[in-house]
C-alpha cells in the first residue's frame, strides 16, 4: 500500500508544479556572454532592477537553485543564447533575454506567429562581419564571389549564423548574375540543405576564426573589436549587421503575461539607464537658490527639478545629473555659486 501511495504521488507533484509553473512568466536568462562581467553582466542588470535573484552568478548559473526571490510571478529559467528564440517560438519560454543575431538567425525564414522584441537592452553590442585571410586583396563580398566565380572546388564558409549568411549572400548582386537564385548548401552536422554545390555554408560549434587555418574561404562570426580577428590574421569583407541584448516575448505571451513582460522590461531599462547617471547633493547659500535652481533647470542638470530642503542659512539640493556633464557641472557649482557638502553616489536604476 505504502509503494501504490508513493506511484500516485509522484505524478500528482510532476503536475502540481507543471500548474504553478503555468501560473508564472517562464522568463529565459542568458548562460554564457552575456552573462560575464566583460560584457553585460546579465546578473547584476536584474539585481540592479531591484530582483533578488539567487543561483545566477556568473559563472557559477544553476538551473536547480535559480530564483527570483521577491516576485513570484517570474519564473527564471537558464537560456543559452543559440536556443532562446527556438524555445521562445515554441512557447517553452514566454519571455527572454537574447542578442538580435540569435533571433534573426531563428527568424529570417520564418512564418506564421512571431518572436516580438519587448525593448533594446543596450549592452552586449556586436557586429556579425563576414571575414577573408589579412592578405587578400577583396573589398567587398561582391569582389569575393567576382574573383571565384571560375574556381572548381566549392567555396567554403563556416559560421553559427547559416541561415542569415545564405539570406545576406543571396542578396548581392554578383552573387545572383553567377548563381542566379540558387541557394547555398547549408550543413548543419548531417542536415543539408541547398541547390548551389558551389557555395556551402557549414555550422560551425565555436571558434569559428581557426577554420580559415584549416582552409575555409570565408566565415561569419560576431565581434566587439574586431580583436581577436586580427589575432588570427582575419580581415573584415563587410558587416552583416549590429546586435545588442533584447528583450524578447514569444507568440504566447498574452495577457497579464504582456503586461508583465513590459513591467520586467521597464525595471531592466531601468537598470541600464541609471549607469548613465549620478546621484548629487550639495548645500548652496540661500542667497543664491533662486540662481542655482535656474542654472540647473535651463541646463537640463536635473531629471524634472531639483530637490531643495532649505535651512536657516543653507539650502542642500538633490540632483540626478548625467555623467559626462558631472565634470562641468561642478566646477559652475563651486565657482560660481559656491556650492558645498558635495556628495556623489551611482544610481543602480533610474525609471522615467
Not at 525595471?267 to 537658490?289: C, H, P, R, T, W
Amino acid at each position: 500500500m505504502k509503494c501504490f501511495f508513493i506511484y500516485c504521488t509522484i505524478p500528482l507533484l510532476i503536475l502540481y508544479d507543471t500548474i504553478q509553473i503555468m501560473k508564472k512568466i517562464k522568463f529565459g536568462l542568458p548562460k554564457g556572454s552575456l552573462n560575464t562581467v566583460a560584457r553585460g553582466n546579465t546578473c547584476q542588470i536584474i539585481k540592479n532592477a531591484g530582483y533578488d535573484i539567487k543561483g545566477y552568478e556568473p559563472g557559477k548559473e544553476s538551473d536547480s537553485t535559480l530564483r527570483i526571490l521577491n516576485d513570484p510571478e517570474i519564473a527564471p529559467l537558464l537560456a543559452r543564447p543559440q536556443s532562446a528564440p527556438v524555445e521562445l517560438s515554441r512557447n517553452l519560454l514566454d519571455l527572454a533575454i537574447v542578442g538580435d543575431d540569435w533571433v534573426c538567425e531563428e527568424s529570417v525564414n520564418m512564418t506564421g506567429d512571431k518572436i516580438i522584441r519587448v525593448g533594446d537592452l543596450e549592452y552586449g553590442q556586436t557586429r556579425l562581419v563576414i571575414c577573408t585571410h589579412n592578405h587578400s586583396a577583396y573589398k567587398s563580398i561582391s569582389d569575393f564571389f567576382e574573383d571565384n566565380k571560375y574556381r572548381t572546388t566549392p567555396v567554403l564558409c563556416f559560421t553559427e549564423y547559416p541561415n542569415i549568411t545564405r539570406h545576406f549572400f543571396m542578396k548581392d548582386k554578383v552573387y545572383r548574375k553567377i548563381y542566379g537564385n540558387k541557394k547555398p548548401l547549408i550543413q548543419v552536422r548531417g542536415l543539408v540543405d541547398g541547390e548551389n554545390n558551389m557555395v556551402q555554408i557549414i555550422n560551425s560549434d565555436g571558434v569559428t576564426e581557426g577554420y580559415m587555418a584549416k582552409g575555409a574561404d570565408l566565415i561569419v562570426d560576431n565581434t566587439q573589436t574586431g580583436s581577436t580577428l586580427r589575432k588570427y590574421g582575419l580581415r573584415e569583407l563587410e558587416t552583416i549587421m549590429k546586435s545588442s541584448a533584447g528583450l524578447y516575448a514569444g507568440p504566447g505571451c498574452k495577457g497579464w503575461k504582456e503586461d508583465k513582460a513590459k513591467e520586467i522590461y521597464k525595471m531592466l531599462y531601468g537598470a541600464i539607464a541609471g549607469q548613465y547617471y549620478f546621484d548629487l547633493k550639495f548645500n548652496v547659500n540661500n542667497e543664491s537658490l533662486e540662481s542655482v535652481k535656474k542654472y540647473l533647470v535651463d541646463e537640463n542638470l536635473c531629471s524634472n527639478e531639483p530637490t531643495i530642503s532649505s535651512g536657516d542659512e543653507y539650502a542642500a539640493i538633490n540632483i540626478l545629473i548625467q555623467k559626462d556633464k558631472f565634470p562641468d557641472t561642478l566646477r559652475v557649482l563651486r565657482q560660481k555659486y559656491k556650492a558645498s557638502a558635495v556628495v556623489r553616489s551611482e544610481v543602480k536604476q533610474f525609471i522615467a
